[in-house]
């Protein structure tokens, strides 16, 4: 009997400790991208490093800036492609299709969210960067040669292939996420609106809604840190060379994520390089880390209030 | 007015089902894309043989190396992921109360660490290798990858861990067990199935990543063969094909990426399955 509860608390104490392992996992990735980081913030003021455009490490200019913008292009695009389809058939998929719909649109958001980033990077580069470099491109800058679309560039390589392959990816996260929101709105609310007289989506709109709002908020970010982090579909299809900061969706787009990526073969023959990769990915930590610990207290909430 | 409210209701319906569609049709184009490209190049010499030399200038061989560093790396990675996983898992939900504040602080943590991007990790991996005086290795690539899995293996766990009912747990202390044996003994059995599945949905998601291995685990032409040597993975070979200006090279890119794909496809439909199976048994 005593050694089954010396086990018990052994193995208790033992498992105590690897959770503080597990919890403290986030400081000690904070801790070492910035220790590494820490030789370049010593030379140029973090300030200058986000704010400066200026790229070129061979004689020590290191702006993050372009990097930063290229990839707030990118994400706005995607979000502004995904949020309104994938809530619309996230709201379709809880409240109004029959049932074999909703069987199969389960497994069809587990395998889209299951593929790989490349695989999308690869289907992004058959697909999405011809349509935009042959069809849409030519139509829409010479048509509108103005701000979002007026571009110089001839290819495809884009900006807006960029936030297309983005928005593909993140659909799953936004349909899976809120369709299962919706569905956690108890009955009742749905039958007393529809009682008192109110059409469907009118019942949705006003009440259902209503009432998932913060879930559905909750799955808009992080389904945003999701676009913001993700690195090797937009590196295949968004351009990613160094020309400047992008002024039309047809511009290429050099986001943080592919920097990062791009530089791992050269980075360690130049000094400070490295360092400075590494502060590009604590900021990519900071901004994710940011929007999932917002997105979780959300959530968080709302599972309270359900119970 | 009432015509507008059934116009209304209408449009919006129609709106719905068109997103629907876009969404679901999205699906079927990468799918159809991938295998309608990948597959006429797809021979038995890209699986079965390792690059010869000039294979990314179009010249004979396969990818057997990356198939197979992709594997091990995810075996041995959702290992690693599991066998630390699984106790923490089981300690959240047997040793933890409902209200406990650890399990709330350790589940904050796994799902903030679930939504950091593959490529931290990989900057993560690199900083580490760095601090031990490794390479670029398989070893390395095997530590990131665990790193990367960990959160999704563990959260996947908790959640089948959840369902497990109370009264199951409390029948078996009130026969005297232990946490430890309750948590062995009751609850893993109980949810054995389950999770296997949330093992293998890990294991999808850390083979297709590229992000976390391009600093981590090099590229070599030959088979793994030592821990601490570089090693080719699918993901990175698919990536490193699309990149060259060659059109038969990047033929095979696309039967690569055919590849990757059914693997995970077969993973996926393998979990499926194992839920299928397990709710049968439960429900008898």
């Not at chain 1, 490349?118 to 509108?144: C, H, K, N, Q």
């Not at chain 2, 116009?7 to 129609?14: D, G, H, R, S, T």
């Not at chain 2, 560093?69 to 040793?95: C, R």
């Given at each position: 009997?005593?050694?089954?509860?010396?086990?018990?608390?052994?193995?208790?104490?033992?498992?105590?400790?690897?959770?503080?392992?597990?919890?403290?996992?986030?400081?000690?990735?904070?801790?070492?991208?910035?220790?590494?980081?820490?030789?370049?913030?010593?030379?140029?003021?973090?300030?200058?490093?986000?704010?400066?455009?200026?790229?070129?490490?061979?004689?020590?200019?290191?702006?993050?800036?372009?990097?930063?913008?290229?990839?707030?292009?990118?994400?706005?695009?995607?979000?502004?492609?995904?949020?309104?389809?994938?809530?619309?058939?996230?709201?379709?998929v809880a409240e109004y299709s029959p049932q074999w719909v909703n069987g199969i649109a389960h497994p069809v958001v587990d395998v889209l969210a299951g593929i790989s980033p490349v695989v999308y990077g690869v289907w992004g580069l058959?697909?999405?960067?011809?349509?935009?470099?042959?069809?849409?491109?030519?139509?829409?800058?010479?048509?509108?040669?103005?701000?979002?679309?007026?571009?110089?560039?001839?290819?495809?390589?884009?900006?807006?292939?960029?936030?297309?392959?983005?928005?593909?990816?993140?659909?799953?996260?936004?349909?899976?996420?809120?369709?299962?929101?919706?569905?956690?709105?108890?009955?009742?609310?749905?039958?007393?609106?529809?009682?008192?007289?109110?059409?469907?989506?009118?019942?949705?709109?006003?009440?259902?809604?209503?009432?998932?709002?913060?879930?559905?908020?909750?799955?808009?970010?992080?389904?945003?840190?999701?676009?913001?982090?993700?690195?090797?579909?937009?590196?295949?299809?968004?351009?990613?060379?160094?020309?400047?900061?992008?002024?039309?969706?047809?511009?290429?787009?050099?986001?943080?994520?592919?920097?990062?990526?791009?530089?791992?073969?050269?980075?360690?023959?130049?000094?400070?390089?490295?360092?400075t990769i590494l502060l590009a990915a604590f900021v990519l930590f900071a901004v994710t880390f940011a929007f999932n610990a917002v997105a979780w207290t959300v959530l968080l909430r709302v599972k309270k209030r359900a119970t | 007015m009432?015509?507008?409210?059934?116009?209304?209701?209408?449009?919006?319906?129609?709106?719905?089902?068109?997103?629907?569609?876009?969404?679901?049709?999205?699906?079927?184009?990468?799918?159809?894309?991938?295998?309608?490209?990948?597959?006429?190049?797809?021979?038995?010499?890209?699986?079965?043989?390792?690059?010869?030399?000039?294979?990314?200038?179009?010249?004979?061989?396969?990818?057997?190396?990356?198939?197979?560093?992709?594997?091990?790396?995810?075996?041995?990675?959702?290992?690693?992921?599991?066998?630390?996983?699984?106790?923490?898992?089981?300690?959240?939900?047997?040793?933890?109360?409902?209200?406990?504040?650890?399990?709330?602080?350790?589940?904050?943590?796994?799902?903030?660490?679930?939504?950091?991007?593959?490529?931290?990790?990989?900057?993560?991996?690199?900083?580490?290798?760095?601090?031990?005086?490794?390479?670029?290795?398989?070893?390395?690539?095997?530590?990131?990858?665990?790193?990367?899995?960990?959160?999704?293996?563990?959260?996947?766990?908790?959640?089948?861990?959840?369902?497990?009912?109370?009264?199951?747990?409390?029948?078996?202390?009130?026969?005297?067990?232990?946490?430890?044996?309750?948590?062995?003994?009751?609850?893993?059995?109980?949810?054995?199935?389950?999770?296997?599945?949330?093992?293998?949905?890990?294991?999808?998601?850390?083979?297709?990543?590229?992000?976390?291995?391009?600093?981590?685990?090099?590229?070599?032409?030959?088979?793994?063969?030592?821990?601490?040597?570089?090693?080719?993975?699918?993901?990175?070979?698919?990536?490193?094909?699309?990149?060259?200006?060659?059109?038969?090279?990047?033929?095979?890119?696309?039967?690569?990426?055919?590849v990757l794909t059914a693997i995970v496809l077969a993973i996926s439909l393998a979990c499926r399955l194992l839920m299928a199976g397990s709710s049968r048994a439960q429900s008898k």
């Amino acid at each position: 009997m005593r050694l089954r509860n010396a086990k018990d608390r052994f193995a208790g104490g033992l498992l105590n400790l690897l959770c503080m392992g597990v919890a403290s996992l986030l400081l000690v990735m904070a801790a070492s991208l910035l220790f590494r980081a820490e030789s370049v913030l010593q030379m140029i003021p973090l300030r200058e490093l986000l704010v400066s455009t200026v790229w070129s490490p061979s004689q020590g200019h290191f702006g993050l800036a372009s990097f930063i913008i290229g990839s707030l292009w990118v994400t706005c695009i995607a979000m502004s492609i995904a949020v309104p389809l994938g809530m619309l058939s996230a709201v379709f998929v809880a409240e109004y299709s029959p049932q074999w719909v909703n069987g199969i649109a389960h497994p069809v958001v587990d395998v889209l969210a299951g593929i790989s980033p490349v695989v999308y990077g690869v289907w992004g580069l058959a697909t999405i960067v011809p349509l935009v470099g042959d069809y849409l491109m030519p139509f829409l800058s010479e048509r509108f040669p103005f701000f979002p679309f007026a571009s110089e560039n001839y290819t495809g390589y884009s900006a807006l292939s960029g936030g297309l392959v983005l928005a593909v990816m993140i659909l799953p996260i936004i349909v899976g996420f809120s369709s299962e929101v919706i569905k956690a709105v108890p009955l009742e609310v749905r039958e007393a609106s529809l009682s008192l007289g109110a059409t469907r989506w009118e019942t949705t709109k006003w009440t259902v809604l209503k009432q998932a709002k913060p879930g559905l908020i909750a799955a808009v970010i992080l389904a945003l840190s999701r676009a913001f982090g993700e690195t090797m579909a937009v590196l295949m299809v968004a351009g990613c060379s160094l020309h400047g900061t992008p002024k039309s969706i047809f511009d290429q787009a050099y986001p943080l994520p592919a920097l990062i990526a791009n530089t791992y073969g050269e980075m360690m023959s130049i000094p400070l390089y490295d360092s400075t990769i590494l502060l590009a990915a604590f900021v990519l930590f900071a901004v994710t880390f940011a929007f999932n610990a917002v997105a979780w207290t959300v959530l968080l909430r709302v599972k309270k209030r359900a119970t | 007015m009432m015509n507008r409210r059934k116009l209304e209701e209408q449009l919006v319906k129609a709106l719905m089902i068109a997103a629907t569609l876009v969404v679901s049709s999205s699906l079927m184009l990468i799918l159809v894309t991938i295998v309608w490209k990948g597959l006429p190049v797809l021979t038995l010499e890209m699986l079965t043989k390792t690059p010869e030399g000039g294979y990314y200038l179009g010249k004979g061989g396969g990818i057997l190396n990356a198939i197979l560093g992709s594997i091990v790396v995810g075996l041995a990675a959702i290992a690693l992921a599991s066998l630390t996983g699984l106790p923490v898992a089981l300690y959240l939900n047997v040793y933890l109360g409902r209200r406990s504040k650890m399990a709330v602080a350790v589940r904050f943590a796994l799902d903030t660490l679930w939504g950091i991007p593959s490529i931290v990790y990989g900057a993560f991996g690199f900083t580490i290798m760095v601090m031990l005086g490794m390479q670029a290795s398989l070893l390395a690539a095997i530590i990131t990858v665990a790193l990367l899995v960990f959160p999704i293996t563990v959260r996947g766990m908790d959640e089948v861990l959840q369902m497990v009912p109370d009264d199951l747990k409390e029948a078996s202390f009130a026969l005297g067990s232990t946490n430890l044996e309750t948590a062995g003994r009751v609850v893993m059995r109980r949810a054995f199935s389950g999770l296997l599945t949330a093992v293998l949905v890990a294991f999808g998601r850390g083979i297709g990543d590229a992000a976390s291995v391009l600093f981590t685990a090099g590229f070599t032409d030959s088979l793994p063969h030592s821990l601490f040597g570089p090693v080719a993975t699918l993901p990175l070979a698919i990536f490193f094909q699309l990149a060259t200006p060659f059109p038969e090279v990047q033929a095979r890119g696309y039967a690569s990426a055919l590849v990757l794909t059914a693997i995970v496809l077969a993973i996926s439909l393998a979990c499926r399955l194992l839920m299928a199976g397990s709710s049968r048994a439960q429900s008898k």
